[in-house]
Structures are given as C-alpha cells and as structure tokens.
C-alpha cells in the first residue's frame, strides 16, 4: 500500500515544529554558554531566514493546495500562524541580544577590537577599518567621525512602537552596528543603548541641515554612499533625497514614500496581508492633524496681508457670497472597482474605501475625501458605490462628489487610494492598508479639460509618489493564441471605474461659491452653501471692521466643520432639513433671509444638540460597535415632534455636556487658513 500523500499545510506543520526544536535547541546552547557567540549569532541570522520563508509558504497556501479535505482549515492556518509569529518574535529578541556591540566607549572599542581580530578571516577590510580607529581611541569617549560610514544622523524623530526599537530624536548621531536588507538597521546611541531604526531616517554623516556646508556635505555624502554601495551592495539613494532637501512638513509623505522594505518584513511576519501596503492617504489623515481634512477647507482663507480674505467676497448689491470660478471644476461618479485582491485570512475586514483627493504628482492639493465601498460576498473582488435604498443615501457611499481646485499644474488629477480598514483576529490589532491605486489626470496632453466619458484606470502598486508599477499579464511567447491569452490577461488586472459627467445649471452656480478647493459629495452641496453664506455674512457684513478679530458668537460656524469629520451627523442634518425644505413654499424657498433663520433653527435643535450629548459615542472610524450605537442615538433623538429651538437645552429629558465657550463662538484666527 503506498504512502498517504501529505497536504501543504501538513508539510508546513512539520518545518515549524522543525524550527521550534532548533530555536529552543539554540536557547538552550545560549543560556548554558556552550560554543562562541559568533556561531550562536550566525545560526539565530539562519533561522530568521528560514522563518520568513515558512511564512512567506504559509500564506500562499490556499484549500485548494490541498490533496484531499481538510477540516477546520481556516483555524488550523491560523493557528500555525500564531506559531511562527511567536517563534519569530523568540529569535528576533535573541538576536538582538546576540548581535556585536558597536564601539561607542573606549572599553566598548577594545571589544570591538577583540571580535574583529577574532573574525580577521571572513572580513579582513572591515577588521583593518576597525583596529585603525580603535588605536586612536582615548580612554573618554570620542565624538564620531563624519567620514565614519558607520556614523548616521537621525532625520527625523521616531519612537519604537515595539520591543527592540530604539528611539531617536532629530539630530541624534548613531553608530550602526549591522545592516539588513530589510531595511531596519541595529543602532547604538550615545548612551550605549541598542535598537532596531529604519534606514529611511538616517542620513550618513554626523550633522543635519548644515546651512554653512550643504554643498560639501552633499558631495561627502554621495562619495561616501557610493562607496558603500559597492562594499555592500545597499541602495541608499533614498537617504540622498532625504539629506539634499530640507526638513518640512512632507516628511510624512517621504516617509510614505521610502519605507517599501518595512512592509515586506511586517507582510513576512504577518502583520499585514501580503501585496498590500500602509496607505500614504491615511498616514497624512493620521499625522498631520485637520490639515488635509474637509473641516479645514471650508474655513476661509486669508491673503498674504492677512487683513481680508483671498477666497470670500460679498455681492454688495444682492448681499450674498460672489460666485469665484476656478481652473479646475470637475463632477465625477465612482462607478466600480474590480479584480480587487482581498487581504487574505488571519484579518477580519472593518471597511473597504477609496480616499481620493487633488494631486500634480508631487503634492496633496486638497482634501482627502473617503468614500465607502459597498461588498457583496458573491463577488468578493468588485466593489461598488452609491448604492441604491430608500430615503437618503449616507455621505460615506455617495459615489457622486466634485473637485474645485485653484491649482495651475499642468499634471493636475484625481489621486484615488484603494484600502481596507481591517483588525487582525490574533492579536486585536487595527490598521488601514493600501491595495492600489489610480491616477485620473484631468486634462489631455494639449492641456484640454478631458470630455465626460468613463474612464477604466488601472490599479497601481507602490505609492503615489513613485512611478507607476502596473501588475503587467503574462503572455504565451510564440503561441498563435498569445493576443487573445493577453486580452484574457488584461480582464483579469485590477481595474478602477470612474465616469466623468455633466451637472445642471443650478449645481454649477452652487458650486461656485464654495471655496476654490474642495472636494467632497455633490449630495452634501446644499448644505455647504448655506454654511458659505453664513460665513460671509458673520465676518463681511457683521464684524465692526476687518481688522476685528474679537470672538464671533455662531454655533453654526463654530461646530459646523465637526461635521465633515462625522459623516453620520452630517447625514442626519441633511434628513431634517429635506423634511424642512418639502413644508416651505416657493416664495419662502426664494427668500434668503427666512433660509437662514430656518437653517439655524434646524441646526440647532438637531445635530448642533447631539453634537454635545453624553449619550453619543465618540466618532472612531470604522467601529462597527460605535458606528450601531451612534445610529441609535441619533435615530432616537431624530424622531418627529421633538421640541425645536433652544428650548432643547433646558428641557428635563435631555442632558447635556458642561458648557464651553467654543460651543457658541467662533475663533477667526484659529479657524481661518
């Protein structure tokens, strides 16, 4: 009877208790002392690897992979990741321990010494270097060299997220100890503490932003990457970039830009799915605060005298807010997305989105709007918007939304980043991830506005900031069905369906008294209008003089832009004053004066209450929990025949949170751009 044949994941089964015989085998050598560490330090480096390639094996294993069936194969995969994430965070921690010292100290430069001499055999120029240095040592620590190639400069400050990380504050001087491909590099500080940093943040050489001796430091630099280049066979042209331009407020996006290999190594050890990336959208959401927000860009803008406005202007005759008109104003409808790969198991899926958001190539240009994808498990790799239901549609799936953007850049588009928000089953963790992205640009080579038409655009990897990286479909060489095997080919490539269109008269005059960039739902325009003229009236018409920069008393001007950031609550302004605008007549539709003093009151007794309701979660995005108990609480206090006005804050049945002046005034200094 010949042998029962064993499944893949089996074979998996076995090089995992293989490999945790070995590590536990190697703990063992270490804590007893037995052999030299080098050799203790090679074998930890050959398990690293061999755990990465056993995890790299297990997520490619699918049930198909499978001989005969398997049940409960979703745990037991899991499972056996667990295993390797657990034996990978074993070795990673006595690697470190393992790992030689640098020499930071005298005392440290005579160890140093003593290993390099024993290792004269496998790195002689590298022990020369060494020996050199340490005979012109002194007793008290000596300030490193800038021609050291083993001596960086932090860019940037990082802080260590995890154990083993080292943080480091912007300008700090490190001695690398050892290099990986990974890109996270061991560290030593000047205090002789140890870490893994990324190589993204360090710069060669002992100084940062030199004013005095950028060109010399420039050309010491490249000379010095260029010979470890060949020494070591490392691409440090990103760490160029990093020290030829200054320190700004787009560290975040180099950031987003330089750390492709960290994703590797967390995909490796099954942090985060394989083929996906941390999204450089949110990464700006994240750290730059209410920069690239909706909530910052409908504030008003100021000149460069600081003394008016560039973007707001008042008709003295009709006394409403003057129509601007912009180089780019676009309305566009995200239709579908396909071949969308998904994340794989071990992660449970919170949300599936597109941030999109004006783009030359180089630079955000406006804010980053989100828009949520509808998921049908039949289909699990399309994704569709705007779908169809009753009453109103939510903000968040409206598909339908506009661009005005003031920017003269002839490369000027649509930037539209595919993620997931997801929480891995294992350890509870939460992150958003990039699965692509696509580029819409909005003019044609002649500099034309591009005709209304759909457009197929293909889905990217990498980031934004890099050249574009398409998954190309393998043909069969010299086969006579190759063009047609292509075509097939072509179907099956990730694909992003935008439809550029029309608007109607009405929507372009709406759209012109926006500010001169924004991008956001067409669905939500009306509101934003009537949020536009309040703002004119309150700082054009009402204020004493324009140099008056006193506190203005608007709830609504105050407390309106929260609402960008909370979709749920704008939507639910939207309901009340639809069912406020069908009981008005035409004559009280026309009349901007009675507009105003209903918006207020809708506002007020509506959201502006639940905005400063204990009752109400704070908003988190994509929390299904906070997300079922917001909707309830907005629901109930929802319901026709409530009270209206400001008789809601006096009334016994309903609470209120402690009063704050920012509740009722509005701060033009802090407020406007």
């Not at 006595?94 to 930071?104: R, V």
């Not at 100021?302 to 008709?315: I, K, N």
């Not at 929802?638 to 009063?659: I, K, M, S, W």
């Amino acid at each position: 009877m010949p042998p029962k044949t064993k499944g893949a994941l089996q074979l998996v089964h076995r090089d995992v208790d293989e490999i945790k015989k070995q590590v536990d085998r190697l703990v063992q050598e270490v804590q007893s002392r037995d052999g030299s560490t080098e050799e203790a330090f090679r074998r930890c480096q050959e398990l690293q690897m061999l755990v990465e390639k056993t995890q790299r094996t297990l997520m490619k294993l699918t049930k198909a992979d499978e001989p005969a069936p398997v049940g409960n194969y979703d745990q037991r995969k899991q499972e056996e990741e667990t295993r390797l994430q657990n034996i990978w965070e074993q070795v990673n921690s006595l690697s470190l321990e393992l790992s030689p010292p640098g020499p930071s100290s005298a005392a440290a430069g005579a160890v140093s010494k003593e290993d390099n001499e024993e290792d004269d055999d496998d790195e002689d120029e590298d022990s020369s270097d060494e020996d050199d240095e340490d005979e012109d040592e002194k007793p008290a620590v000596k300030p490193p060299s800038q021609s050291d190639p083993h001596v960086y400069t932090a860019l940037s400050d990082f802080t260590g997220e995890q154990e083993g990380d080292l943080s480091v504050q912007r300008g700090e001087v490190l001695r690398i100890v050892r290099r990986t491909a990974d890109g996270w590099w061991l560290a030593q500080d000047a205090n002789g503490k140890r870490g893994v940093v990324p190589k993204t943040y360090l710069k060669i050489g002992s100084g940062v932003d030199d004013e005095d001796d950028d060109d010399d430091e420039d050309d010491d630099d490249e000379d010095d990457d260029d010979d470890e280049d060949e020494e070591e066979g490392e691409e440090l042209t990103d760490d160029q970039e990093e020290q030829s331009s200054p320190h700004s407020n787009w560290s975040t996006v180099r950031k987003a830009l330089t750390e492709i290999d960290t994703t590797d190594v967390l995909s490796a050890m099954g942090a985060i799915p394989s083929g996906f990336r941390p999204s450089s959208l949110n990464k700006l959401l994240v750290e730059e605060g209410k920069t690239y927000r909706g909530s910052h860009y409908i504030q008003p803008e100021l000149s460069q005298s600081q003394l008016s406005f560039s973007d707001l202007f008042l008709d003295p005759d009709s006394g409403r807010v003057r129509s601007r008109q912009v180089r780019t104003c676009v309305c566009f409808s995200l239709w579908s997305c396909r071949m969308i790969p998904s994340p794989g198991v071990g992660v449970q899926v919170l949300s599936r989105h597109v941030r999109l958001c004006a783009f030359d190539g180089s630079q955000v240009l406006s804010n980053i709007h989100t828009v949520r994808a509808t998921y049908n498990s039949k289909n699990p790799k399309t994704w569709s918007f705007s779908p169809r239901m009753t009453g109103v549609l939510p903000s968040l799936l409206d598909g339908d939304c506009f661009l005005r953007c003031k920017s003269e850049s002839p490369n000027l588009g649509i930037l539209f980043e595919l993620g997931v928000s997801f929480i891995r089953n294992s350890t509870g963790e939460r992150g958003d991830l990039s699965c692509g992205w696509s580029f819409l640009k909005l003019t044609d080579d002649t500099g034309n506005p591009l005709p209304n038409r759909t457009c197929e655009l293909p889905v990217n990897e990498g980031t934004p900031y890099e050249e574009e990286v398409v998954k190309e479909a393998s043909a069969s060489r010299g086969s006579p069905a190759g063009v047609f095997h292509q075509m097939l080919q072509n179907r099956r490539q990730p694909k992003l369906i935008v439809k550029l269109k029309s608007s109607n008269r009405r929507t372009r005059t709406q759209l012109s008294l926006l500010p001169d960039s924004l991008l956001h739902c067409l669905s939500c325009v009306p509101l934003l209008v009537l949020h536009r003229q309040l703002q004119a009236d309150s700082l054009l018409m009402d204020r004493p003089t324009m140099q008056n920069a006193d506190l203005i008393f608007s709830p609504v001007l105050s407390t309106f832009p929260e609402l960008l950031d909370q979709p749920d609550l704008l939507d639910a302004l939207r309901r009340v004053w639809r069912d406020a605008e069908n009981n008005m007549s035409r004559a009280q539709k026309r009349d901007s004066s009675f507009l105003k003093h209903e918006f207020l009151n809708v506002y007020t007794s509506s959201v502006y209450f639940l905005l400063h309701s204990p009752s109400l979660p704070r908003h988190r995005w994509a929390d299904p929990p906070s997300e079922e108990q917001r909707a309830r609480v907005i629901y109930a206090n929802g319901e026709p025949g409530e009270p209206a006005g400001p008789e809601v804050f006096v009334d016994a049945t309903r609470q209120h949170l402690a009063f704050d002046i920012t509740e009722l005034t509005f701060d033009l200094l802090r407020a406007a751009r």
